[in-house]
Each structure stands twice: as structure tokens, then as C-alpha cells.
């Protein structure tokens, strides 16, 4: 365990020192580009002389050659390191984010759509960022200065204009920028809903042909669909013309540059000449002209990547901190030991769960405030119909929901150490292995005789027996087990676990009466040596628990 | 020339798909047109600012009177134009073809709907909602962008075009080269899209798909991974496919990049063989270097598509499949009720059945196969026939259900309700809500029948939401009620009194019922029971 951490930690730094150092490169990389572009131009510009003067072109041909291999050579550099930087940083946040989501304490429960869109799909749009936009916009603040540095020497007049565009250009972009993308921004936003519903009613169509609804619902989402369509093309207008202002800009320093070159050399120009230019040198200037806006054109490209990744970032804001916790820190080896209650001598034994003016307040969810007090061995329901936060509740005591306010304690008024309550889902998680293996999940140092008992004890004798025993394979899917047996798995794994607190979510919704029966006998007689709080609405089950916290 | 069967598919399936979208030709033109005139614009503008500036230096050189001779007030007045001329077209050819693409996939969106909308959701393309559902929605997103990129190839083909007439003064030596560099540009650049983009994104799809696959019954089961400090082992399990998701997103990004170095390289070769092959004064040489550069950067439009649209094959095939399904819709219509049979156990109509067994055993299975809305596992048939082999319009005709999760679309109660049947009236509502035990509860709510439903939460409990469910069911007026654990989550006296007023209103309208309950109040309206495992 220990050398796992080790290894873990020493990859997390390698990984690090190579995003930054890798992305260090970027910048050289890009001055590789510019070097190729100089080449290039320097090859059209002598190839013109050449022709003029009837000299060989030889030498600029394998100029133009060289310079497009160059620039061939930094684009692809600049794309693999900003692949593995990306890449490397992405691994890091994913697996930060993916700890605190299946693992952590949320400021709020979450649907497992909800999470996966978080994990995966928010996770991608940051990486997409970082990938396509990120390595380009340190080049589109140095790239132009490179470039006017460059043709400083056969130019300075040509640069000056280059650089003298840039002030017109920033003042288009901020005018054409914030007020339209400020208004953007919000109609996006009102049209994400208008969007969605074609999502939504796709996925219930099974729903929308049993009641024949096809011809209504189809209407309604042909008119969401166009008035999407109708009021993005109206964010576009004003979208697109910041690109104009980019687009303008770049044109005009291309053909003023050309104007003042060929005046020059016509010697007509309608002031004094500030400098002597000759074709080559002016042919150059002009063949790197195109390059002074590139740079911002390349960012202005991956510009919808940047915004999505900004929008991914806003989302997942809310998970990137651990809310205050208590108990169930972020130490990910220590407390999977079932054992570890008696090998620490830290918090004191468990003596009674006591709950004092919990509250929970969340969008669409209010709990609260509950006080209730359990025994260190007992039996209690919490009460309530679906829906009314009776998990919620549950995952607060667990520690893996920030309650709004009140505390949760041990009856001594301590804090509940973190590996303190076990949990028993209606679907527990199961893992490709054996059932054995599966069931000592939260045990791993357990013998296979205490695995044996255990699932004896909580009536799995019977699959035992027709499966073939604790060696039974399962699938992540749990196929060919039943509700009832998941059940009794998920009991199993909170018994072999140690922990003196028993969470049990619904522990015989959907179950027929004997299943049900069978469960609810086997948490009266765990409630003898442990403290166990049930959330349910099953009546048998109520009746069964000596206390009940209604909701 | 491509010899795979899956490489020729779109190229023939991609017509059809713009044309259903309303995406005639003609309605591209414009921004096509704009397309091209951006590219003859920056062309032009970079070609004859090469030729303006060349024949001002030899005209300058060659003494003051020749200068004064030369006409520059024509260039360098085309020149300012082509550059405003270049800001316009691009303005217009972005606005233009996302309109286009927006409206046409609008169009196409909703023509898709109608296509599965008129599937049996049994054998439907779309059964395992979630996945297929997002499938098809990113589908459409990626053809919207091929859309929008359309009139750049368009104007990479102008380019092309501009590119020769331009380079014809540099002498028929370069003409003739840059007329087969351009000509092999895009098969060279298609083959190369294939070899490098097809295996990743294929590869990249699948990993994501299994990734998700798994990392949302990992997240169902957080509550034990929270609790047991499982998560290490839990994210180890993803690891090979978010291994091979990451492998194959960088090999697709490199294949991207490198395809850009390729095109540059070409770029370089044509300009230089231009230069080698010209055989005209200096003015015109330089006219035809910059115009095979800017055409060449300009073919990078092209490229990219090609580059995009091998990622994106294998969607493009999944619309157009999805396309030619067939739209012809079957409406339910209202229909004399039809007897059932389960097994060799007869139901006349107006019964009142439960269904029972042990958990697990299909109970949710019957009702859902009764709904039309999955394959029937046991034995049952409507007026001696066989389930399997009636239409799903005939089912849909003689069963609403209330299924066990209680599924809503987002938008108002009054939204929910409306979906029941056509023509629903407020007062119906009123009267269908009042029956489910909810009246009180919508009334009380500030909106009254636009209180918000959503997705995952919204004001009402999932209790009520099983209530507003069952309206819903009831608001159909099918001869047959079909009603999954309808009374799950409810108080022992809301329980009874819906049930009361259920069993009124079964005996008010004659309706038939199909239970299915653990609960044993519900089961009191049932006359007779059928045990599922009989039936199998």
C-alpha cells in the first residue's frame, strides 16, 4: 500500500515538472515557425530578384523548401507538446475530480448522468482548450512583435505600419468584443434550455408513441428547433464581427504595406522618403506581411474552444474544493481497513450517533431541522416518501454531504471517526472478480471462513451453493443476481467492514414479501451488536425499528 | 479507388442528408458564393500587390520617367478594394453558412424526430435511450459543422481555379505543374485522412462510450465507494478505457497537426516548382508565387474537412441509416376494448388484474410489454392474438401506463398532461389530477398547471411525480389502465384514499386495470390476481 502511494505520488511529479517544462518549449517552438516563415519569404523574395536579375534559383527554391519544412517541423512540435501537456494536466484534473466525485464530499448530491457529464464530457472541453487554444495564444501576443522585429531590418516604415494597425484593431475588437459577447452570452444561455428539449424528448420517445403524442411532440420540437436556429443566427450577426474587425485589419496591413512598398520604389511616394528600399528586401516585407495577423487568426479559430472550455471550468467550480469536512477525508488507503476501528487508538470507540439541528437546503430539497439520538446498538427508521431526502440525509451522516447547518456526533460529542459508518446500497457496487472478493470489498485482510460466514449469516447460503461458492464469478453487472441478493451482498460487505454504524438505503424497496421478510429479520438481529439507521417506507420495516425519524 | 464498402457510404449518403435538411445546393449558394469571392478577394490581393510591387521597383529602377509613366493608380486603388472586398465576402460567407447549416439542421433535427418518433419503440433504433439519444445529437452537431465548412471547400475549389488563371502568366510550364498539384490535392489529401483519422476515431468513440459506460454505474454506486474509501480501486477499473480514450485523442490530434505540416510542405513544393517552371518577366512570376501560396493556404479548408469528415464517418452513416427509416406514423385511434389473455388465464375487458411475484420475476416486464414499449417475454396476447404480432398503434390504442419511475418531459405539469391525448382541457386536467390525490398539491403551488417539471428534481417529490404520472395515464382514456407500484412513497392515508378514489373512478368509466404492486392496498382493487411466474 504504502510503495503504491509512493509510485502514485513520484508519477503525480514527473507529470507535473513535464507539463511545465514541456510547455516551456511552446514558445521556442513558435519562434521555429516564425524562422520557417522568414525562410519562406526570403526564398519567394530572392526567387523575384532572381528573375529579375537572371541570376540562378536554385538557391532561393531550396529556401522556399526550407522554410516550409521548418515550419512543417514546429507546427507538429508545438501539437505533440501541447497533446502531452494537455494531456498530462487532463489525467491530473481527472483523476482529482473523479476521487472527489465518486469519493468525496459534495456540497450536493448529484445524478450519476449528472456526474458521468461532469467527469467525462466537462473534463474533455477543459482538455480541448488546453489542447487547441492554449498553445496558441502565447504565440498571438509574441508572434506579431516577432514578426515586426523581423522586418524591421529590410523595413522599419513597413513594420511601423504593421504595428501602427494593431491600435485601430485592438480599439475595433474591444467595441466589437464586450457589448456583443456580453449580450451572446446571455441569449446562449437561454437558448441552452430551448436545446435541450430535443435532447429531452428524444430520449422519452417510447413514452411519446405510447400515448400517440408522435405528431403533437414532433410540432413542438420542430418549433423549439427553429426558433434555436432563428435566434443563434441573430447572436451570430453580431458575433461574427469582432472576426471582421480581425479580418479587416489584416487585409488593410497587407495592402498598405504593398501601397507604401511600391510608392517607394516608384520613388512617388507624397512625403520624403524615410528609408531607401530595393525590390527583394520590399518583396520580403510584403511576403511577410500575411504573417503579422496569422497568429491572432489561428486564436480567433480555436476561440469556440476556448469559450467551451471556460463554460466546462464555470461548471465544474463547484467540485473543485472539498466542502469543510469532518470524518471522511481524502485519505485514500487509510480507512479502507475494516479492522482499523481497533488498530487505532485515536477517536474514542463508538458510543451512539447523536443529531443535532441537521439541516439540509438544496434546489429542490429540504430536510430538517432533525435531532435524534441512537444507542450503540439500535435500530431506526427514517420515514418518508420518496424523494423527501431520506438518502440525502443518510449521506450527510455518512459524511459525504456538506449539511447546510447542525452537527453530526457521536453521543460524547465527538466527532464520528471517518470510517465509522458503513453503507449498504439497494444496488451495491460490484467489481469483475468473485463474490468473495466482492464481498470483502471494505475488508480486504477478512479470512475466507469470515467471508463464509458472513454470507451464510446473511442467507446467501443458498447462491453459494448453486454457484459455486465464494469462488462464484461476478460480472460489474451482478447479472443473474437478484434484487434480494444484491440486498444481502451489500449487507454482507457493511457487516465484514467492522464499522459500529449501518447505513441501509432502502433495504426492501422493491423486494416481494419473503425476500423482504428475510431482510428485515436480519436487521433486527444485526441491531444487537451494531447501530443501524435504515431509510425507508416500507411499514414492516418501520414497525420493526425501535425508533422512527419521520421526514 | 477506395476499396472499402464503409469509405463510399457517406459520399453517396451525404447529398441526401443536405437535401432532407432543406439544404439544396441553391440555398448554400449564396454563402458558397461569398466563399469564393473571399478567396479570389485574398488571392488577388496578395498576387497583385507581388505584381504591383515587383513592376514598381524595375519601373522605379529603370529611371524617374518611367516611373512617372507607370500606371499605379489602378492597382494600388484594387488593392484597397480587395482588401474591404476580402472583409465583406468572409463576413458574409461565416453568417451565411451558419444560417444555412442552423436552419437546415433545425429542419433536419425535426424530420429525424418524426422518423423515430413513427418507430415501434420494440424494435425502435433509439431502445437504450440514454446512450443512443446523446449518440444522435452529437451526430447532428458534427453534420452541422461539415455544413458550415461546405462553402469552404466550395472556395477551395475557386481558389484552385484562381490560382491557374493567375499562374497561366507565369508561362504554361508552371501552369501545367500547379494544375496537377491542385488536381492531386485532394485525393492525396483524402488518403491520407483516411490512413490517419479513421482507426482513432473510431477507437476514440468506442473508448468513450465504454468509459461512460462504466463510470456511471461506478457513480450509482458512490454512496459505498464514499463510505468504504473504494474510490482508488473503483477509478483503477476505468483506467483501461480512459487509457485508450486519451491514446486515441492524441493520435487524432497528431494526425491533424501532421496533416497541416503536410499541406505546408506541399505549399512550399508548388510554389517553388512555380518559380522553377515560370518562364515570364519578374512582375508576373511574383504574381504567380503569391497566388499559389494564398491557394494552397486557402486548400487548408478542404483539407480540414476531409480531415473532419473521416473522423466523423461512422456518424454521418448512423444518420443517414436513421434517415431512411421509414416516417409513415400509425396513430393510436380510439378503439372498443379488446380482451386479454395471459397464458391460458382469459381477461375480459373491464377486469381488474394484479400481477404478482417475486421480485425480479417481470412483473415491470408484463406492463411494459402490454405498453408497447419492449418484447414480451411471457405468454400474452390481446384478442387471441399473439402480443408480439400486433402493431405497436394497436397496443398504443388499448393501454396507457403509469410505469414505475414516472418518467417526465421537461416543461409544465399542464406539458405532462397534454401528452395523454389530444385535445385535454384544463377542467379535464383538473378532474384527472383530483382523481391521483395531486389537485390539492398543484394548487397550492404559485404556477397552478405551469408549475415546472424537470428532469431531476424540480418542486415535486417523486412521489408526485408518480401521482402527476398516473393523471397523466388516466387522461389517455384507454380502455385498459396499466399501473406500476402507483401508490410507492405515499402515507398510509394518501395511499387509501387514492386508492379510493381510484376505484371509483375504474368503476365511473369501466376502464380495465393491470396492477402491479408490493403494496397491499392497491391490490384491493383487483378482482383477481395472475402470479408472473406462471406465465413464463
Known sequence: MHLKAVKLYLHGLLNLIYVKFARALIPGAWLVDIAGAVLFAWGVASGVGAVASHAALALPAAWILCGVMLRAVATCTVDRIAVASAQAASRTRRADLWHRLLGGRLARLISSGESANLALDHSTAIENRDQRFSPIRINAVVGPLVVALVVAPASWVAAAIMLGTLVPFTLGMILAGTASRRAAERQLAALGALSGLFVDRVTHLPLIRHFGAETRIGRQVRAATGEVAHRTVAVLRTAFLSNAVLEFFSALSIALVAVYCGFSLLGLLPFPAPEKLTLVPAFFVLAMAPEFYLPMRRLAAAYHEKQLGEAAEQALAPFAAEPETYGQDGDPDGAAGGSAVSDNAGPAPFDGLHVERLVLAFPGLAVGPLDFDLESSDLAALSGPTGIGKTSTLAAIAGQLAPSSGSISSRAGTPLAGDAAAWAAQRPLLMTGTLGHNLALAAPQATEAEILAVAQRVGLGPVLARRGGLAMPIDHAGSGLSGGERRRISLARAILSARPLILCDEPTADLDEDSATGIIALLRELASERCILVATHDPALIRAARQEIAL | ?536
Open chain 2, 1 to 536: 479507388m477506395i476499396p472499402t464498402h464503409a469509405a463510399t457510404l457517406p459520399t453517396t449518403a451525404r447529398p441526401a442528408l443536405l437535401a432532407t435538411a432543406g439544404l439544396a445546393r441553391r440555398r448554400l449558394a449564396y454563402a458558397s458564393l461569398c466563399a469564393g469571392l473571399a478567396a479570389i478577394a485574398a488571392i488577388g490581393l496578395l498576387a497583385l500587390s507581388g505584381w504591383f510591387l515587383t513592376a514598381a521597383a524595375l519601373a522605379g529602377s529603370a529611371g524617374v520617367a518611367t516611373a512617372m509613366g507607370f500606371n499605379y493608380l489602378i492597382p494600388s486603388a484594387a488593392i484597397r478594394l480587395l482588401a474591404i472586398v476580402r472583409t465583406l465576402s468572409r463576413y458574409g460567407e461565416r453568417l451565411l453558412s451558419h444560417k444555412v447549416a442552423l436552419e437546415g439542421m433545425a429542419d433536419l433535427r425535426g424530420s429525424l424526430f418524426d422518423k423515430l418518433a413513427a418507430q415501434d419503440s420494440r424494435t425502435a433504433p433509439d431502445t437504450s435511450p440514454g446512450e443512443a439519444s446523446n449518440r444522435l445529437i452529437d451526430d447532428v452537431e458534427a453534420l452541422e459543422d461539415l455544413v458550415i465548412r461546405q462553402p469552404a471547400r466550395h472556395a477551395a475549389a475557386v481558389s484552385a481555379l484562381v490560382s491557374l488563371v493567375l499562374v497561366a502568366f507565369g508561362g504554361w510550364r508552371a501552369l501545367l505543374f500547379l494544375a496537377a498539384m491542385m488536381a492531386g490535392l485532394p485525393f492525396l489529401f483524402r488518403r491520407i485522412s483516411e490512413r490517419l483519422t479513421r482507426t482513432p476515431a473510431e477507437a476514440a468513440a468506442a473508448a468513450l462510450g465504454d468509459l461512460r459506460k462504466g463510470y456511471v454505474e461506478l457513480a450509482s454506486a458512490r454512496a459505498e465507494i464514499a463510505a468504504y474509501s473504494l474510490a482508488d480501486q473503483a477509478i483503477a477499473q476505468l483506467e483501461p478505457s480512459a487509457s485508450a480514450f486519451d491514446k486515441a485523442r492524441a493520435d487524432l490530434f497528431r494526425a491533424e497537426a501532421l496533416q497541416g505540416a503536410l499541406l505546408s510542405i506541399y505549399g512550399g513544393l508548388c510554389v517553388a516548382g512555380v518559380l522553377l517552371l515560370a518562364r515570364e518577366s519578374a512582375p508576373m512570376v511574383a504574381l504567380a508565387m503569391l497566388a499559389t501560396a494564398s491557394a494552397v493556404e486557402a486548400m487548408g479548408g478542404l483539407s480540414r474537412s476531409l480531415l473532419r469528415r473521416a473522423a466523423l464517418e461512422a456518424g454521418l452513416r448512423r444518420i443517414a441509416s436513421l434517415n431512411a427509416l421509414d416516417a409513415a406514423l400509425q396513430e393510436p385511434v380510439s378503439a372498443a376494448a379488446a380482451p386479454l389473455a395471459f397464458g391460458t388465464h382469459h381477461v375480459p375487458t373491464g377486469a381488474r388484474l394484479a400481477i404478482t411475484g417475486p421480485s425480479g420475476s417481470g412483473k415491470t416486464r408484463v406492463l411494459l410489454a402490454l405498453a408497447g414499449m419492449q418484447q414480451p417475454v411471457a405468454d400474452l396476447s390481446m384478442d387471441a392474438t399473439p402480443l408480439a404480432s400486433l402493431p405497436a398503434w394497436r397496443l398504443n390504442s388499448q393501454f396507457a401506463l403509469s410505469p414505475q419511475d414516472a418518467p417526465m418531459l421537461i416543461g409544465t405539469v399542464a406539458d405532462n398532461l397534454r401528452l395523454a391525448r389530444s385535445g385535454v382541457t384544463e377542467a379535464q386536467m383538473w378532474e384527472a389530477l383530483k382523481v391521483a390525490q395531486l389537485d390539492q398539491r398543484i394548487a397550492r403551488s404559485e404556477a397552478g398547471l405551469d408549475t415546472p417539471v424537470s428532469e431531476g428534481g424540480g418542486v415535486l417529490s417523486g412521489g408526485e411525480r408518480k401521482r402527476l404520472s398516473l393523471a397523466r395515464a388516466l387522461l389517455a382514456e384507454r380502455p385498459w389502465l396499466l399501473l406500476d407500484e402507483p401508490s410507492e412513497g405515499l402515507d398510509a392515508a394518501t395511499e387509501a384514499a387514492l386508492v379510493e378514489s381510484l376505484r371509483r373512478w375504474l368503476d365511473r368509466t369501466g376502464t380495465g386495470l393491470v396492477l402491479v404492486s408490493h403494496r397491499k392496498a392497491p391490490l384491493t382493487l383487483c378482482g383477481e390476481t395472475i402470479d408472473v411466474t406462471d406465465l413464463a
